[in-house]
C-alpha cells in the first residue's frame, strides 16, 4: 500500500510542478506567444491551469497526510 501511495505522490508532485512552472507571472499565457492582452483576469487556458494547479495541490496534500497515517 506505502508503495503505491508513493507512486502516486510522485506522480502527482511532478504534474504539479509542471503546472507551477509553465504559469507566467503578469500579462499571461498571451505574453508566452507573442500575443497582447490588457486584461488581468484569467481566461481559458490561464483560468484551467490556475484552477487546476489548486486541485492537484490539494490532491498532493491529502495524498501526504495519508501516507503519514498509514
Not at 35 to 48: A, D, H, P, Q, V
Request: hydrophobic share 60%; net charge positive; aromatic share 12%.
Amino acid at each position: 500500500m506505502n508503495e503505491i501511495l508513493l507512486v502516486v505522490q510522485i506522480i502527482v508532485a511532478v504534474f504539479l510542478s509542471f503546472l507551477i512552472l509553465i504559469q507566467v507571472k503578469g500579462t499571461g499565457f498571451g505574453r508566452v506567444w507573442g500575443g497582447m492582452s490588457n486584461s488581468f483576469s484569467r481566461r481559458g487556458l490561464e483560468g484551467l491551469v490556475f484552477k487546476l494547479t489548486f486541485i492537484i495541490a490539494f490532491l498532493f496534500l491529502l495524498i501526504s497526510t495519508i501516507t503519514i497515517i498509514v
